[in-house]
């Protein structure tokens, strides 16, 4: 699938489930919780969120995986590449696993979270780090920091 202006494609390793995201993400971060660490069997996950109407699947059917509970994790059914997430209580938004574009390679985390939990080796170039997640009120400013990062 070609990559147009402002359009990325990805999918799972062994190709059945294909994705696409539309424009820029509205934060991209590295998950350091042992959750992350365990499913992306690394020292953290990374992602972008997007809006739900930038996302789309565009070939295959992901199934749940991971806890079952109300974040959904969504992998591919052959191979069990983690493509995304739906998280609890935020139906608009959808967390893309990054390393599942096509090209990852813009995808440096802005934000860190569970810092906590990090292994004392794994770093990254994140502008904020937490100890868990942001608190609420900060997401609107941090969301508009990094579009002025990408301007």
Not at 62 to 77: A, M, S
Not at 84 to 112: H, Q, S, W
Not at 121 to 138: D, Y
């Amino acid at each position: 699938m070609a990559e147009e202006a402002g359009v990325r494609d990805g999918g799972c390793r062994c190709g059945q489930v294909r994705l696409r995201v539309t424009g820029q993400p509205v934060i991209t971060m590295a998950c350091h919780c042992t959750g992350c660490q365990r499913m992306s069997a690394s020292a953290f996950s990374l992602s972008a969120l997007y809006t739900s109407d930038r996302f789309a699947v565009v070939q295959g059917e992901p199934v749940i995986g991971g806890l079952h509970g109300p974040t959904r994790h969504f992998f591919c059914p052959h191979c069990m590449s983690w493509l995304f997430t739906r998280p609890e209580g935020l139906d608009d938004f959808v967390n893309v696993r990054a390393t599942m574009l096509d090209d990852a390679k813009g995808y440096t985390p802005f934000i860190e979270t569970y810092t906590s939990e990090a292994l004392p080796w794994a770093k990254t170039p994140a502008k904020h780090s937490f100890e868990k997640f942001p608190p609420m009120e900060l997401y609107p400013q941090l969301v508009k920091e990094f579009a002025a990062s990408c301007a």
